[in-house]
């Protein structure tokens, strides 16, 4: 018999639908996973959101405070997709109580921040997992294997992209993303910190970097209540936008190589336009998430007009066998999160850390605070 693992959801927006989706899609992707997830309680302050959401998806019990989570010997395990101000309240009081986390990036506000509740989960010996879900595309672990093997040769420059439309059009409402106080970076935290995840997960460590940033819709209305997502506000009272819709980055790594990483959220006509391109001496090899399962890869020995060939993925390469029997079978979004809470539950069954941990966290707010240095100081700095 299949024990149980005790799960709570702490913010009930759209990445806290998915990460409830995740849990209860585990038995169906992964059937001999040692612990099932038991959905026990939903919190979420936004008054009859937490109600709504239990009898949806069959949560045992709501609450608005969420402090009643960290104090419930029901629960084990807790998805944490509340704002990012409450990320180190709320991941530091959890781990002191015993609770293991999947906590959504950037946690927090700051490297200070996300350094605090990695040390708060190390000091209670919990898991710790984090929601830097693109590193789970089997395409990319794929990437990732051919890299690391020397399949294209030495790595020589990436080229890192994040563009969005989500804050676009000018009466987006004025949400907490935008406010430094509740929000803390803009699109720095938002896009960017994948964006970092991927270089390292990729490329290896960080050592320098410079970077740009710019706010071009420096004022939006404010909502008269609660929002969910990116909902518009026309008409509401203007208010200014605190953080950056853009940043542009040059990067050095360990390794010797060079990059440059670009995020937007602001990008009129791209949607989630979120990709790399890693070129190496003998090759190189090019993803697409709006492509997700295929890999563009170039190898060999002729250098000049050397062929780029497309490689659907299927099983074989990373968790796709979980999820579909052959090549060019589509995988989704969605997917990518149940990787992640299969990882997280592994973990906590085994003790042992699977997937993206606090650790990832740390290494991307250190790059993300460096660049944010950079850009008001305008020279190279180290993360």
């Known amino acids: 018999m299949v024990d149980a693992l005790g799960v709570a959801v702490i913010g009930f927006g759209w990445m806290g639908r998915v990460h409830t989706r995740a849990y209860a899609r585990l038995p169906h992707h992964y059937p001999d996973l040692p612990l099932r997830p038991r959905l026990v309680t939903v919190a979420e302050e936004v008054p009859g959101r937490a109600e709504e959401a239990a009898?949806?998806?069959?949560?045992?019990?709501?609450?608005?405070?969420?402090?009643?989570?960290?104090?419930?010997?029901?629960?084990?395990?807790?998805?944490?997709?509340?704002?990012?101000?409450?990320?180190?309240?709320?991941?530091v009081t959890l781990a002191e109580a015993g609770k293991h986390l999947w906590i959504e990036?950037?946690?927090?506000?700051?490297?200070?921040?996300?350094?605090?509740v990695a040390d708060a989960v190390a000091r209670a010996?919990?898991?710790?997992?984090?929601?830097?879900?693109?590193?789970?595309?089997?395409?990319?672990?794929?990437?990732?294997?051919?890299?690391?093997?020397?399949?294209?040769?030495?790595?020589?420059h990436v080229r890192v992209?994040?563009?969005s439309d989500y804050a676009a059009d000018p009466d987006t409402a004025l949400t907490w993303r935008y406010e430094r106080r509740r929000g803390g970076s803009g699109v720095l935290?938002?896009?960017?910190?994948?964006?970092?995840?991927?270089?390292?997960?990729?490329?290896?460590d960080l050592v320098s970097l410079t970077a740009d940033t710019a706010v071009f819709v420096p004022q939006r209305a404010r909502p008269g209540g609660a929002t969910a997502g990116h909902a518009l506000a026309a008409g509401g009272e203007p208010g200014p936008v605190e953080n950056e819709d853009y940043v542009g980055c040059l990067l050095r790594f360990a390794s010797g190589a060079r990059g440059v990483l670009e995020a937007c959220r602001v990008s009129v006509g791209?949607?989630?336009?979120?990709?790399?391109?890693?070129?190496?001496?003998?090759?190189?090899?090019?993803?697409?998430?709006?492509?997700?399962?295929?890999?563009?890869?170039?190898?060999?020995t002729g250098y000049r007009d050397q062929p780029v060939s497309t490689v659907y993925v299927g099983p074989g390469a990373g968790e796709f066998a979980a999820f579909q029997p052959g090549a060019a079978n589509a995988?989704?979004?969605?997917?990518?999160?149940?990787?992640?809470?299969?990882?997280?539950?592994?973990?906590?069954?085994?003790?042992?850390?699977y997937g993206t941990t606090l650790a990832d966290a740390v290494h991307s707010a250190r790059a993300l605070d460096a660049m944010a240095r950079s850009a008001r100081t305008g020279g190279w700095v180290s993360p």
């Open 189 to 204: 935290g938002d896009l960017a910190s994948h964006g970092v995840d991927l270089a390292r997960f990729l490329c290896g």
């Open 125 to 156: 010996g919990v898991q710790g997992t984090v929601g830097f879900n693109y590193r789970n595309a089997p395409a990319v672990e794929a990437a990732r294997e051919l890299i690391v093997s020397g399949g294209i040769g030495t790595v020589t």
């Open 161 to 163: 992209r994040l563009f």
């Open 331 to 353: 995988m989704g979004y969605d997917d990518l999160k149940v990787i992640e809470a299969c990882r997280f539950v592994r973990s906590v069954a085994e003790g042992t850390p």
């Open 105 to 116: 990036k950037p946690v927090g506000l700051t490297a200070d921040d996300a350094c605090a």
């Open 270 to 300: 791209e949607q989630n336009a979120y990709g790399f391109e890693v070129h190496g001496s003998r090759g190189a090899v090019f993803w697409d998430f709006r492509r997700m399962n295929e890999l563009g890869v170039s190898r060999g």
């Open 55 to 91: 009898e949806r998806f069959g949560f045992a019990s709501a609450t608005r405070d969420w402090r009643e989570v960290a104090a419930d010997p029901r629960i084990q395990a807790v998805s944490v997709t509340a704002p990012n101000f409450l990320h180190r309240e709320i991941g």
